[in-house]
């Protein structure tokens, strides 16, 4: 039991280090981009190492030992936890005085895997103003516009594809001053009339990251440019909070409407059962999807929903200027 314990602990910290130090490298490239997602993991395999090293402080052999160990590994727990922390803690600029609220939405809808009279339903549901889809082909935009898309969301910019491509901006308010993006799989910078004043709205989906990393690097660079001149940017974007993508757009101004709301990690991919692991299905264990906000909108709310056939939970946001 000792040798199985002492090969556990070792293959713990082996993890730890592995992820704090990619999250502390910012790889845009290789293995350690796609590793660099699940960097909250780390907080966990961190703190069951340090439970360990306090439980053998306080009753095993060596003691002195173990309590320097369990003091040292107070660095990489604090330092996971001050990454995590602006999901939970910090400042939450307020709505300006009477703002009227107004509800983003998106949701990827896996190339004709996902149900669009579904997510029209959810959308209804959570009455949505703004509605971006990624991965809409012509088939699952009849389904919508058979559940009263148009009656719900009379102006739109943008094409369903035949696969990944598709993607769209639907909102219940006009729209203009609309240009496209030139990411492969779509992005759309419009301008909506809300009844606070225009808000510049860009809908996009980039690569997903890969090892070489050069598509998913070159997508992100198209994303930060034209996000420069948007107030909310929503969409599939292929990013953690931890990937240096969005940490640069954080840089900019633009945060995750979950943190600015403190509403905790969410993370939206897998969707529950969508894909599985020897039989054994996954809850979501990454957040690329988002609704990332300027200074100029507050975040009243912001929370995830599920939408039939699709492997990405939606991610709703209510938001109101400042």
Do not use: C
């Not at 600029?93 to 029209?120: E, W, Y």
């Not at 339903?121 to 012509?138: G, P, S, Y």
């Not at 969707?271 to 100029?296: E, F, K, N, Q, T």
């Amino acid at each position: 039991m000792r040798f199985v314990r002492s090969v556990l602990v070792a293959g713990l910290v082996v993890v730890g280090l592995v992820v704090t130090g990619l999250r502390l490298a910012e790889p845009d490239s290789g293995p350690g981009l796609l590793v660099t997602s699940f960097t909250p993991i780390g907080l966990v395999v961190w703190l069951l190492v340090a439970a360990h090293a306090w439980f053998r402080t306080v009753l095993g052999p060596r003691r002195r030992r173990w309590g320097v160990a369990a003091v040292a590994l107070a660095l990489p727990v604090g330092l996971h936890a001050w990454w995590l922390s602006p999901a939970y803690v910090g400042p939450q600029p307020p709505p300006a005085a009477g703002a009227t609220p107004f509800r983003v939405m998106t949701a990827n809808l896996l190339a004709n895997g996902g149900d669009g009279i579904d997510l029209v339903r959810v959308a209804v549901k959570a009455d949505a103003d703004l509605l971006v889809v990624e991965e809409v082909t012509a088939d699952q935009l009849a389904d919508m516009e058979s559940a009263g898309l148009g009656d719900l969301f009379p102006h739109r910019v943008g094409e369903p594809g035949a696969g990944l491509e598709g993607t769209m901006v639907l909102s219940a308010y006009p729209l203009s001053d609309t240009v496209e993006v030139p990411l492969p799989l779509g992005g759309w910078l419009t301008t909506a009339a809300t009844p606070d004043g225009p808000v510049r709205v860009l809908g996009a989906h980039p690569h997903p990251p890969t090892l070489d990393g050069e598509d998913w690097r070159s997508d992100q660079a198209l994303l930060r440019a034209a996000a420069a001149g948007a107030d909310v940017v929503a969409g599939d974007l292929n990013s953690t909070p931890d990937h240096v993508s969005l940490l640069r757009l954080a840089d900019d101004g633009l945060h995750s409407a979950a943190e600015v709301a403190h509403e905790g990690w969410q993370p939206t991919w897998p969707a529950w059962g969508s894909r599985r692991v020897l039989g054994v299905p996954l809850p979501p264990l990454v957040p690329i999807d988002h609704v990332l906000v300027g200074r100029r909108v507050a975040v009243l709310d912001v929370g995830t929903r599920s939408v039939a056939g699709s492997d990405h939970r939606a991610v709703v946001a209510t938001l109101a200027l400042t």
